[in-house]
């Protein structure tokens, strides 16, 4: 039977391996997706996800992230959360209720605590000394914050037929307290519908917001187009669009799985995404835009 797995960046490669097994194994897409993202979460060396993440402007790690089963729509979602190992698990614990399935802050952190959630100190040492160094470099130089970031988003394609998606981030390095991406955002930093596909996207968030990419990719798929066309079609239009009317635009990349198990990817800067489906093995690939808005795909060497 199909199954698949897709996520941004190849630090996705150890939880698409862990996602695999489970798919293999005809495990549920909910459980590959979120076990797939934690693994991303758990790893210190990952500077822009869960353990390890670089904090805000004012050395707080605050993170955003989502879950949403494609069966039932049902999605929820923490913004701004602290001192949580696994932000996605609070999200896919939240997608359980009907109200209030979308916390951000010190409620967010709240319900992770009073739900049991695994909490730690999320800023490492490591971490620390980076935000220091930025500090007072930021100081001296006048540098732009935004840069140092990665969001692990994932979709997922069980045996039984069901999706699933969940992203994860701490955000841009440096950003304001309490600032949000896109990535809890529905239709904007994921979307999937288990009779369509799904869709998940990383990069600047205030740029991907004003596109609800992720909707827009999961729609084009359900008016017949294969993921690759919903890729190339809703995010190179909207790259123009951006820098013709806001006058700039930040890097937006987005990954798509159908529910037939193929796999679609757009990007306006060189992105690395991880793939692995019951017709192909786990792979780590490059993608840059290529001419006439489509994209170029080679495989990583392992
Ligand atoms: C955000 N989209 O917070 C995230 C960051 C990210 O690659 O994905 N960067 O805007």
């Not at 991303?40 to 805000?56: D, Q, R, T």
């Not at 319900?111 to 007072?136: D, H, P, R, V």
Request: with cysteine; aromatic share 6%.
């Amino acid at each position: 039977m199909t199954w698949g797995t897709i996520a941004t960046w190849r630090m996705a490669a150890e939880g698409i391996n862990e996602a695999s097994k489970l798919l293999k194994g005809k495990g549920t897409a909910d459980d590959a997706v979120e076990k797939l993202v934690k693994t991303v979460e758990a790893n210190p060396l990952y500077k822009s996800v869960g353990y390890g993440g670089l904090p805000n402007e004012e050395g707080v790690v605050q993170m955003d992230a989502a879950f949403m089963d494609g069966d039932t729509m049902a999605q929820g979602a923490v913004a701004a959360i602290e001192n949580v190992l696994h932000a996605v698990s609070v999200a896919r614990l939240l997608s359980h209720q009907h109200y209030n399935s979308f916390r951000v802050g010190a409620g967010a952190t709240k319900f992770a605590q009073l739900s049991g959630c695994e909490m730690t100190n999320m800023l490492t040492a490591k971490a620390k000394t980076e935000w220091q160094e930025k500090l007072q470099k930021e100081k001296n130089e006048k540098m732009s914050s935004y840069n140092g970031h990665d969001t692990v988003g994932a979709i997922t394609l069980d045996q039984q037929g069901s999706m699933a998606a969940a992203t994860s981030t701490s955000g841009l390095f440096m950003k304001k307290d309490g600032r949000i991406g896109d990535s809890p955002l529905s239709g904007s930093g994921l979307y999937v519908d288990s009779e369509v596909g799904g869709a998940a996207a990383t990069g600047l968030g205030e740029d991907i917001m004003k596109g609800c990419l992720s909707y827009e990719i999961v729609r084009k798929m359900a008016e017949g187009l294969s993921p690759q066309a919903a890729c190339d079609q809703t995010v190179y239009p909207f790259v123009h669009k951006l820098k013709k009317r806001y006058g700039r635009v930040g890097e937006i990349s987005l990954i798509a799985l159908n529910k037939q198990g193929q796999w679609g990817i757009a990007t306006n800067v060189e992105f690395t995404f991880c793939v692995a489906t019951s017709n192909e093995e786990e792979k780590i690939f490059m993608a840059n835009p290529g001419v006439d808005d489509t994209t170029v795909i080679s495989t990583v060497r392992q």
